[in-house]
């Protein structure tokens, strides 16, 4: 059974920081590319930022603000976030993708991140 679990949201201040995390089961952890999107709402889901292990990808948005990073060894993927602004207000999903023909692609639950005074 395939799942993903996050957690680290939670609520904090403009210019904070949190991390979250994605421990993921089920599968093959290091053959998939793993992401991080987000949903305000209102608004569609945007990518924030995604690892293949050999690269990285960042929405413009988040650019040198956060940072993706992943532990093969703990089927863990997280997600540093710093300099964190009311904007960045949204439901966060992890992802795991398969990126050849039919690959599957899997998604955590979210967890919310709240920034806000």
């Known amino acids: 059974q395939v799942q993903l679990v996050e957690s680290g949201g939670g609520l904090v201040q403009p210019g904070g920081s949190l991390r979250l995390s994605c421990v993921a089961s089920g599968f093959t952890f290091s053959s998939y590319a793993m992401s991080w999107y987000r949903q305000a709402p209102g608004k569609e889901r945007e990518l924030v930022a995604s690892s293949t292990g050999s690269s990285t990808n960042y929405g413009d948005s988040v650019k040198g603000r956060f940072t993706i990073s992943r532990v093969n060894a703990k089927n863990t993927v997280y997600l540093q976030m710093n300099s964190l602004k009311p904007e960045d207000t949204a439901v966060y999903y992890c992802?795991?993708?398969?990126?050849?023909?039919?690959?599957?692609?899997?998604w955590g639950q979210g967890t919310q991140v709240t920034v806000s005074s």
């Open positions: 992802n795991a993708e398969r990126r050849i023909p039919g690959g599957y692609v899997y």
